[in-house]
Each structure stands twice: as C-alpha cells, then as structure tokens.
C-alpha cells in the first residue's frame, strides 16, 4: 500500500528565514510521481511540482527547491527567504504509474503541514 | 482552456437532505477524479471515473455516496441522507488520456452539513 508522511503539522517562522517541509513515503512500485501542492487560505490546490522516480536531480524555482532522495524515500521541499504569502498548508503527494495499464491513477496524499510566515 | 470548474462553492444542507456536487473537468479531459478532505485533514481519494464508466471506487463510502460522469455533462458526486460527519471539502481532479501529466484541480466544494 502506498503511503505518505508529512510527520511536520505545523511550522512558524518570520519572514526570511528559509525553511524546510519534510516529506517521507513508501510504495513498492518501481515507477511513480511525487507531488507538492499548496492550499492557500482561500482554500484551493496549487500544483507546485511533479517529479518521477526515476529523476533524482534537484530542482530549483526561484524562492522554492525540492530534494529528492530515493534512497530515503523522501521528496523534501525548502523555501528560501520565506514571505508572508507562502502561509499555507502544504501537501505531499504520490501516484503510482502502474496501475491501470500506466493510464493516470488516484494521488495519495500526506496530511499536510500547516506554515505560518510571521512579519 | 478554462480549469476544471466545480459548482456550487458552498454547499449548506440539513441533515437527510441531499447534496450535488458538480465537476466539469478541462477541455479534452476523459478522466475525472474525486477526493475528500475532511477539517484539517488531507485529501483522501474517493472515485475515479471515466466517460460512462467508474474505474476505481475504492474510496467512497458504501452507502449514501455515488458519482456518475455521462457522456455528456459534468461529473456529479450526490450524497443522499447527509449527516454531519459529511461536512468537508471535495475536490475534483481531471486528466487528459496521457500518462505524465499531473491532474488539475477544481476550486472545491465546501459542504456544510447542520
């Protein structure tokens, strides 16, 4: 069964610091994707990022990079030089890519982690 | 290319009434996903339908819960009976008929159950 483990619920920080969103899952599949999405206080979802698993170069966009170790099943997420505007709950998600004959299939996701970015 | 648009925004319901819930997935997209969130809580995956057919009902709850995606029209997720424990977030998700794409999300429907 696939899991994710978002084991952060809640992080505040003041404006600037960088920060970290921790993310763990577990699947026995050999080819997936991970996700990051961002729920504003508005309530929608933001797609941030999708990585397949056989990618494990880092990337970078602007204020926000995704560190993915396959080899500790973790797909991290820092922010840098963190704004007010980043407030929002974050979440981790994984699909798997084998199901349904490699059609697209239902997201997993974590429980989210609630960032608060103080003035 | 409209995103993928769900209808109403809030939803308030007494108690055994019946809620609707609708989603008109992106042009071009076949595939329509939908998942719960529950207060403070992640999404949860409940259906996942495809024109006139449900492929993966998993996650949807034995009873009072369906979801229906016709070959014309919007996909409705329909409650009957609702309680309060129903009160939460669904979003709806579409794809396209290709692999690597991720899914794009609707704005949600808030229901709130009294």
């Known amino acids: 069964a696939q899991k994710v483990t978002q084991a952060q619920t809640e992080i505040s920080v003041v404006e600037k610091e960088d920060v970290t969103l921790d993310c763990v899952y577990e699947?026995?599949?050999?080819?997936?994707?991970l996700f990051w999405y961002k729920q504003p206080p508005s309530g929608e979802l933001v797609f941030l990022i999708r990585r397949n698993s056989f990618d494990e170069q880092n990337e970078i966009s602007g204020r926000y990079s995704w560190n993915f170790q396959k080899s500790t099943s973790s797909f991290n997420f820092t922010i840098t030089a963190s704004q007010v505007v980043d407030s929002a709950v974050y979440f981790c998600?994984?699909?798997?890519?084998?199901?349904?004959?490699?059609?697209?299939?239902?997201?997993?996701f974590g429980k989210g982690i609630t960032l608060s970015v103080r003035p | 290319n409209a995103g993928v648009m769900q209808n109403p925004r809030h939803l308030v319901r007494r108690r055994g009434q019946e809620a609707r819930l609708r989603c008109s997935p992106m042009?071009?997209?076949?595939?329509v996903y939908w998942y719960r969130q529950l207060p403070e809580e992640g999404l949860k995956f409940m259906v996942y339908?495809?024109?006139?057919?449900?492929?993966?009902e998993s996650g949807m709850p034995k009873e009072r819960f369906s979801a229906e995606f016709p070959k014309e029209g919007p996909s409705i997720l329909r409650i009957q009976q609702v309680v309060r424990g129903d009160s939460a977030a669904y979003f709806c998700?579409?794809?396209?008929?290709?692999?690597?794409?991720?899914?794009?999300f609707g704005q949600g429907t808030r229901l709130t159950v009294v």
């Open positions: 042009k071009g997209h076949s595939h």
């Open positions: 998600a994984l699909r798997d890519d084998l199901a349904l004959g490699g059609a697209n299939s239902k997201l997993t």
């Open positions: 339908l495809q024109k006139e057919n449900i492929i993966d």
């Open positions: 998700a579409s794809s396209p008929w290709t692999g690597n794409t991720e899914a794009f």
């Open positions: 699947t026995r599949d050999t080819t997936y994707y």
